[in-house]
C-alpha cells in the first residue's frame, strides 16, 4: 500500500525565514492524522502544501503518487471557519453542490448526478433536513458540517480539514469528532487542530509540528513528545477519553 | 398621471426612454447582484467613471472630425472594458492595491473625458446628460446596442453562473475545483463593464453606481438565493427606472437623479425594515 501523502525533504517559508523544513513524513491510507504544534509553526502552511496552493521551496509532496494539483480531485479540504458574509444568498445545498464544479462540464446548470452526491453528501453529515435552508442562518457547528459535505460531494479519498472545530461549543465537537470517525471508515483523514485537545480514541497518528515535523502513533504520544514540541512549559491532564493541554501559553 | 399617460402615447421619445429603462433592469438586477456579493461596487464605480474618457472621445471625433459612424456608446464600450481590464490586470497579476489602482481608473477616465469635451468646440450640454444621465435623449440605436449587450450578459452568466457563484463565495474553493479564478473575476468585471454602459444612459456616469447595487443589495435582504436575489433585483429595478420617469415627468426633473433617490429610500427603508438583531 504506497502512501496517500508523502513528503521528502520538504521546506518552505515566507520570505527569507524558513518555516518547514526538511519534513519528512508518509501517510498511509485509512490514516487519521491530527496535526498539532503552537500557533504559527507552519499547520495551516502544511495542509496548503498538500493541497498544492503553495509551492514547497525545496523538496516535494505527492498525493496519491502524483503531484497535489492533479490529485485534487481526490482530495475534500474543509477550511479554517471561513469569513463568510453573513448575507451571502445561498442554501446549504448550494453550497455543497460548489463541491461537485471539479466533476461537472464547464457550462451550463448542475446535473441530477451532481444534486444527488450533494443531498447524500448532506445525509451523510446529518443535515439532509436543512438542505433547502440558508446557509448564513444555520449555526456554527451547521456551517462546518455543510462544509464538510462540500468536501464530500466531490468524492473524495482523502480529506484534509484546518481547525474544523475552532469556535465550537465542547458538545457540538463530541458530535463532529464521532461523524468524522464515521468517515475515516473510508476516508483518510488529516486535520490540523487549534490545540492539543484532540480526541485520542479515533485519532489514529500525531504529526506534530514544530522546529522538526514528526509524526507519532497517537499511543506514543507521551508527557516528552508535547513538551519537547511546545517547549516544555505544558503539563498534561488526562481525560476520560480525551487528553488536552494545560498551562502553555499560545503566541 | 393622465397627463403622463396622454403624453406617453404621443412622444415616441418617452416611449423610448421607458423601452430604456425596462431594458437596463435586467444586467442592473442580475450583473448588480453579482456585483453586491462578489464585493466590487468600487471596481464597478471606477468603470462607470472611465467611460466619460470613451463618450468624450467619440463626441470630439464627431464634432471636430466629422466622423459619425461610432455611436458613444461604442465608446463607452470600449472605455468601460479598457477600465475593467486595467483594475483586473494591475489589481490582480501585477499584485498593486486594488483600491489605488481604482482610483486611477476613475480619475484618469474623468479627466480625460474632460479634457475631450474641452477639445470640442460648441455647448457642453452633453456633459451633464454624460454625468446625470438623459433616458430622454435614447435613441432606437441606442436601444438596439443596449438590446445586444443585455443579451450578451445574459448568456455569459447563464453558461458560468456556477462558477461565478462559487468564485464569490469562497474564491480559494473554487481555485481548488480547478476553477480559474483570475480569469472568471475578469468575465464578471467584463460583464460588470457592459452593464455599467447600459445603465450610464438611464441614470449617468455618477449615478449609476447606486442604480447597479442598490436594487440588488435591497433584494438580498428578501432573498436566500442568488435566483431568487436576481428576479426581485430585476423587478425593482423596473419599478424604479419606470417610477423616477414617472415622477420626474410632471414637475420637470431629471429623471435619473429623482430614479436614484427613490432607488435609495427604497433601500435604506428595506434595511430599517429587515433590520437584525445583530
Redesign the interface.
Known amino acids: 500500500m504506497s502512501a496517500v501523502i508523502a513528503c521528502r525533504d520538504l521546506s518552505f517559508g515566507y520570505g527569507a525565514e524558513s518555516l518547514l523544513k526538511d519534513v519528512n513524513v508518509s501517510i498511509p491510507a485509512g490514516d487519521f492524522v491530527t496535526v498539532v504544534g503552537p500557533n504559527g509553526s507552519g499547520k495551516t502552511t502544511l495542509l496548503k502544501l498538500f493541497?498544492g496552493?503553495l509551492k514547497p521551496a525545496r523538496g516535494g509532496v505527492e498525493i496519491f503518487g502524483v503531484s497535489p494539483r492533479r490529485a485534487?480531485?481526490r482530495?475534500g479540504?474543509v477550511?479554517q471557519h471561513?469569513r463568510?458574509?453573513p448575507?451571502?444568498?445561498?442554501?446549504a445545498v448550494?453550497?455543497a453542490?460548489?463541491?461537485r464544479?471539479?466533476r461537472?462540464p464547464?457550462?451550463?446548470?448542475?446535473r441530477r448526478d451532481d444534486r444527488e452526491a450533494a443531498l447524500s453528501a448532506l445525509d451523510e453529515v446529518g443535515l439532509s433536513d436543512r438542505a433547502g435552508d440558508?446557509f448564513a442562518a444555520l449555526s456554527g457547528g451547521q456551517k462546518q458540517r455543510v462544509l464538510i459535505a462540500?468536501a464530500l460531494a466531490?468524492g473524495p479519498e482523502l480529506l484534509l480539514l484546518d481547525e474544523p472545530t475552532a469556535g465550537l461549543d465542547a458538545h457540538i465537537e463530541e458530535g463532529f469528532y464521532r461523524l468524522l470517525e464515521e468517515l475515516n471508515k473510508r476516508l483518510t483523514i488529516v486535520m490540523v487542530s487549534h490545540d492539543l485537545g484532540f480526541v485520542s480514541h479515533f485519532v489514529k497518528s500525531v504529526l506534530c509540528v514544530g522546529r522538526e515535523v514528526v509524526v507519532h502513533p497517537t499511543s506514543e504520544v507521551t508527557g516528552e513528545v508535547i513538551a519537547d514540541l511546545y517547549g516544555g512549559d505544558v503539563r498534561l491532564v488526562r481525560h476520560d477519553h480525551r487528553c488536552s493541554e494545560e498551562g502553555h501559553r499560545h503566541d | 398621471m393622465t397627463e403622463l399617460l396622454t403624453a406617453f402615447t404621443e412622444h415616441r421619445f418617452l416611449q423610448y426612454a421607458l423601452l430604456a429603462g425596462l431594458l437596463a433592469a435586467i444586467p442592473c438586477g442580475v450583473v448588480g447582484?453579482y456585483v453586491v456579493?462578489r464585493?466590487i461596487t468600487y471596481m464597478a464605480g471606477g468603470i462607470a467613471h472611465s467611460v466619460l474618457a470613451g463618450l468624450g472621445l467619440v463626441h470630439y471625433m464627431q464634432v471636430v472630425h466629422g466622423v459619425t459612424a461610432v455611436s458613444p456608446m461604442v465608446g463607452a464600450i470600449v472605455a468601460a472594458l479598457v477600465a475593467a481590464a486595467v483594475i483586473g490586470w494591475v489589481g490582480g497579476s501585477m499584485g498593486q492595491r486594488v483600491d489605488s489602482v481604482i482610483g486611477a481608473v476613475w480619475a484618469v477616465g474623468m479627466a480625460l473625458g474632460v479634457v475631450f469635451i474641452a477639445l470640442t468646440p460648441g455647448y457642453t450640454t452633453d456633459l451633464m446628460s454624460y454625468l446625470f444621465g438623459n433616458i430622454l435623449m435614447v435613441t432606437a440605436r441606442d436601444l438596439w446596442l443596449a438590446g445586444t449587450l443585455v443579451l450578451l450578459v445574459l448568456v455569459v452568466t447563464g453558461?458560468?453562473?456556477?462558477?461565478l457563484?462559487?468564485v464569490?463565495?469562497?474564491a480559494?474553493?473554487?481555485?481548488?475545483?480547478?476553477?480559474p479564478v483570475g480569469r472568471f473575476t475578469a468575465l464578471l468585471l467584463a460583464l460588470t463593464a457592459l452593464t455599467v454602459v447600459v445603465l450610464v444612459s438611464v441614470v449617468g456616469i455618477i449615478l449609476v453606481i447606486a442604480l447597479l447595487t442598490l436594487p440588488a443589495a435591497t433584494a438580498?435582504?428578501f432573498?436566500?438565493?442568488?435566483g431568487?436575489?436576481m428576479a426581485l433585483a430585476v423587478g425593482l429595478c423596473a419599478a424604479l427606472t419606470v417610477g423616477g420617469l414617472a415622477l420626474s415627468y410632471g414637475p420637470d426633473l431629471p429623471a435619473g437623479a429623482v430614479t436614484i433617490l427613490l432607488t435609495g429610500v427604497v433601500y435604506f427603508a428595506a434595511v430599517l425594515v429587515r433590520r437584525r438583531n445583530v
Not at chain 1, 87 to 91: E, G, H, I, Q, T
Not at chain 1, 106 to 110: C, H, N, R, V
Not at chain 2, 172 to 179: D, F, K, N, S, T
Request: charged letters at 20%.
Open positions: 493541497l496552493l485534487r480531485r482530495v479540504y477550511p471561513p463568510l458574509d448575507l451571502f444568498p445561498v442554501s448550494d453550497v453542490l460548489m463541491g464544479l471539479g461537472t464547464l457550462l451550463g446548470g448542475w440558508h462540500r466531490g | 447582484s456579493i464585493r453558461l458560468f453562473h456556477r462558477q457563484l462559487a464569490s463565495f469562497d480559494e474553493y473554487a481555485e481548488l475545483q480547478g476553477v438580498n435582504l432573498a436566500r438565493r442568488l431568487g436575489m
